[in-house]
C-alpha cells in the first residue's frame, strides 16, 4: 500500500523525535497506543504505530508533512 498524506498529532521529546498521539485515517481520528520501531532516512523520520483494533501503520514524517500506511492487520482481516 502506498503512503497517503494525512494529519497526525504528535509531541516531541527534547531531542526531537516525534510520538504520535493521534492519527487521521479514512476520515476517523485514531488514537496511537503503542510506539514500535523509528528510524531516520534521507525523506525524514520513519515511526511504526498500533491503534486500538491492533492494525499497525507507518508515519513518515519530513517535518511539514505526514504520510502514512497501513503495514499490517490483525489476524483474520483483510
Known amino acids: 500500500m502506498t503512503f497517503r498524506v494525512t494529519e497526525v498529532e ?29 528510524w531516520k532516512t534521507e525523506g525524514g523520520i520513519h515511526i511504526l504505530a498500533r491503534v486500538p483494533d491492533e492494525r499497525v501503520f507507518e508515519l513518515s514524517t519530513n517535518g511539514a508533512l505526514w504520510r502514512t500506511r497501513v503495514i499490517a492487520y490483525p489476524p483474520g482481516v483483510v
Open 10 to 38: 504528535a509531541i516531541y521529546s527534547p531531542d526531537g523525535w516525534p510520538r504520535p498521539i493521534t492519527l487521521l485515517w479514512n476520515g476517523e481520528m485514531l488514537p496511537v497506543i503503542d510506539v514500535g520501531r523509528r
